[in-house]
């Protein structure tokens, strides 16, 4: 006789091209959180994603608005409160597609090119919420389960999910839950199964330099005023010694060191120097010295420009000595570093090294701590057999270089660990042009959810 969990997979498989079809429908809006003008977006992403909750299964699915965008949360049996409940969390918003000269294919007009579907968000992260749903629907359409699917999809991820803590908080009834499953994280390649268990923190920041009162002729001024964007240039060449070492006052004080153990665990990723420069299109690698590019990724604390903004950047030339500079910094933080001690480190550091020709402010956008679970916790075992299942191969456990900052707060919001995985790769090229999802690993993805909620009832 064919069980439960073999109908559900041969469902899955049976609806291919329409799951393909949902993706397509979710990319098509283009939710780009950070972007005022898409505030409409925002609202029709969660309208559009209640819409399919209720259609494959879901008894209850809702908008909660905050004081950003909405919060979307649905449950699967929602008067049963005696049965252990698995949390699927989610973001339904995008980075911005700039610039949008680089792409083949219009951002939100997904189109499909050899195994993968290219959109913005194609990866990061609505193909991740598709498979999560397809494979709860595949489950739900053949039979009941003694288990609760809740799912929690927030509109402000990429912005540093500024009200989901508190949203978190004041819903805890709500999301209480058994398990949480957050497919947000990824794998390293389309053939080997990866579970995260570790994550960066992140610190964020906009510096803004100001000199003259009025952008000023460089020949009338040029050597006798000191000219901000030069002062930025200067003050960031600072931020990292020759070593690769970040020079924020007292910002290595808290790292938690890479044992032995964990460096061979990292040796043993199939991840070498060779493969980053490869990914990342670069003839040489760069970083601290001592490590190696996996190490420096996962486990070390960096610091990075994300932009840079001042005087004429049109076409032509334009003598000109801009009265204004600012710059994109972040850092990604490792445990046990403190996001707010970093911004201490970060003002301390400006304070002893822009000179007083310039005024400067600076505002702290997002941040988070990093994070590290237990890798040995049921449902990750649970996810870890689903994906061997599916691939035949046993999965990593690896640290990752990104920030998932609401694991950290569900963990101590809701008392409950996270399993982190997710069916994207690094050449999806999220946050980049011409992002996309292999679609084969979507549909890996799909039934590694089926198996891991099958696994979550018989373990
Ligand atoms: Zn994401």
Known sequence: MTSNREKAIQFARENKVRF????????????????????????QTAEHLVRHLLAIGFKQAEIYPTEGHPVVVAQTKPDEKKLPVLLVYGHYDVQPPDPLDLWKSKPFEPTRRGDRLYGRGASDMKGQICASLAA??????????????????????????????????????????????NPDAGLISADLPAITYGLRGL?????????????????????????????????????????????????????????????????????????????AGVSELWGEEGYTAVERIGARPTLEVNGLLSGFTGNGSKTVLPAYAMAKISTRLVPDQ??????????????????????????????????????????????????????????????????????????????????????????????????????????????????????????
């Open 20 to 43: 393909e079809e949902n993706l397509i429908e979710l990319v098509k809006i283009p939710s780009v959180s950070t972007d005022p003008e898409q505030k409409w977006a925002m609202q």
């Open 136 to 181: 709860i629907e595949s489950v739900f359409s053949q039979n009941e389960i003694p288990l609760n699917i809740k799912v929690i999809f927030e509109g402000e991820e990429e912005i540093g999910s500024p009200n989901l803590a508190k949203f978190i908080e004041t819903h805890k009834e709500l999301l209480s839950c058994t398990y949480i499953f």
């Open 203 to 279: 610190a964020y920041f906009e510096l803004r330099l100001y000199g003259p009162s009025h952008d000023l002729h460089s020949g009338g001024f040029g050597g006798a005023v000191h000219n901000p964007a030069q002062v930025l240039c200067d003050v960031i060449s600072k931020m990292h010694d020759s070593k690769g070492r970040v020079t924020l006052p007292g910002f290595y004080d808290k790292v938690r060191p890479l044992s032995d153990e964990e460096r061979k665990e990292f040796s043993r990723l199939p991840v070498t120097d060779d493969y980053y420069k490869q990914t």
């Open 338 to 459: 403190d996001p707010d001690d970093v911004y201490a480190q970060f003002i301390e550091f400006l304070k002893d090294n822009l000179p007083p020709t310039v005024r400067w402010e600076v505002t702290k956008m997002s941040g988070g701590p990093a994070l590290l679970t237990n890798p040995h916790i049921l449902e990750a075992k649970a996810m870890s057999r689903a994906m061997e299942t599916v691939w035949g191969v046993t999965p990593v456990f690896k640290r990752e270089g990104g920030s998932i900052p609401v694991a950290a707060d569900m963990h101590e919001i809701l008392g409950v660990e996270s399993v982190l995985t997710g069916f994207g790769m690094p050449e999806d090229a999220i946050h980049s042009p011409n992002e996309s999802q292999h679609l084969p690993t979507f549909h890996r993805g799909i039934e590694s959810i089926i198996h891991f909620i099958y696994n979550l009832i018989e373990m």
